[in-house]
C-alpha cells in the first residue's frame, strides 16, 4: 500500500474494521497509541509495544521503518492468544509521525493453516528468530544498521521525557585495513566478531544495546549514562580488546580502537546529530592517536 492522508484514513476507518481485526493509528517514534480528538491523531498514554505483551520497545518495528522509508511493511507477530500479520502503512500530511497499523489474524489463513500454533513454543520462538534475523548483524550477532536508525530515535525520546542522560558511543577500530591486508580478510571478520563479543558482554543487556554499525565501526546506546561514565565504561572495554588473546593473529599483534561520545543535554539533539557528533569526537581521537605515534 502506497502511503496514506489523514482524511483518507477517516474515510475508511469503517472499511478497514471489516477486513482487519485491528486497526490503529500510532507514533513510532514516540511508541504511543494515537487517538482521534477532533480531525487530527493526538497521543495516547498507552504504549504500543504492549499489545504484544512484552512489554518492551520490539526490537523488528516496521512502523518507525515504515515512517523512515515512506512505505509499507508486513512482519508476523505474536501475544498471548494470537498471532498476527501485520502491516505499517505511513500516514502523509501529519502534524506528527503517524502510522497505520492493520492487523490479521493470521491463524485462520491457509498461509498459517488450522493447527494449535497458539500454544506451541516451537512457533513462538520460530516468529522471534524472523524478527530478531531482521535486526542482527550476521558476523558478530550484534544489532546492525538498520536497529540502530529505527531504535536511537525512540531512545531519545525516552531520554528526553525521563530527563536522564542518553550516550551515545561510535567505535572505530584501529588499523583494521592492516589487519585485512597483512592477514586476510578472513582475520579481519574475525577481529570484528572479538570485538563484538566483548561489547556484548560488557554492556547492561536490560538498558543499553550495542551495534556493527558498518565495517569495522560499532555503536552503544547508554541509557541514564553521563559522558564520563560512558567514557569509563568505554576504557574498562578498550582494556579488555587490548589484552584479549587472539590464535588468528601474530602473538605480538594486538586490537585496539578510537571512540567519540556525544551526550544529550539541555539543547535537544536528534538521533542523527547525536552520532554524528560521537562520529567526529572519535576521529579526533584517531587523529590524536596517530599524532602521537
Known amino acids: 500500500m502506497k502511503p496514506m492522508t489523514i482524511e483518507e484514513i477517516r474515510k475508511n476507518l469503517d472499511f478497514f474494521h471489516k477486513m482487519y481485526d485491528v486497526v490503529r493509528l500510532v507514533d513510532p517514534v514516540e511508541k504511543k497509541v494515537l487517538d482521534y480528538r477532533g480531525d487530527m491523531p493526538c497521543r495516547s498514554t498507552d504504549a504500543c509495544y504492549d499489545y504484544w505483551e512484552n512489554y518492551q520497545i520490539c526490537n523488528n518495528c516496521i512502523s518507525i521503518r515504515a515512517h523512515l522509508n515512506n512505505q509499507s511493511f508486513i512482519k508476523i507477530e505474536k501475544n498471548k492468544n494470537h498471532v498476527f500479520w501485520v502491516n505499517a502503512i505511513p500516514v502523509q500530511n501529519a502534524e506528527r509521525p503517524v502510522v497505520l497499523e492493520l492487523l490479521k ?117 547508554l541509557r541514564n549514562t553521563s559522558e564520563q561514565e560512558a567514557r569509563t565504561f568505554l576504557q574498562r572495554v578498550l582494556n579488555a580488546v587490548e589484552n584479549l588473546s587472539l590464535d588468528f593473529l601474530p602473538s605480538s599483534a594486538r586490537l585496539s580502537f578510537s571512540y567519540g561520545i556525544k551526550t544529550t543535554s539541555d539543547v535537544p539533539l536528534t538521533a542523527d546529530d547525536l552520532v554524528q557528533h560521537a562520529d567526529e569526537k572519535m576521529y579526533q581521537a584517531k587523529r590524536a592517536k596517530k599524532n602521537v605515534q
Open 105 to 221: 489474524d493470521a491463524a485462520d489463513t491457509m498461509l498459517i493453516g488450522l493447527q494449535d500454533y497458539i500454544n506451541g513454543e516451537a512457533f513462538e520462538n520460530f516468529i522471534e528468530r524472523i524478527n530478531e534475523a531482521v535486526v542482527r548483524d550476521f558476523i558478530t550477532t550484534l544489532y546492525n544498521r538498520r536497529f540502530v536508525d529505527e531504535r536511537l530515535p525512540a531512545d531519545v525520546v525516552n531520554a528526553m521525557l525521563d530527563g536522564k542522560p542518553l550516550s551515545v558511543c561510535f567505535i572505530d577500530l584501529d588499523s583494521f585495513k592492516q589487519i585485512n591486508d597483512l592477514y586476510g580478510h578472513r582475520a579481519g571478520d574475525l577481529a570484528i566478531k572479538a570485538v563484538g563479543a566483548v561489547l556484548a558482554q560488557e554492556i547492561r543487556k536490560k538498558t543499553d544495546w550495542a551495534a556493527r554499525y558498518g565495517g569495522d565501526e560499532f555503536l552503544l546506546s
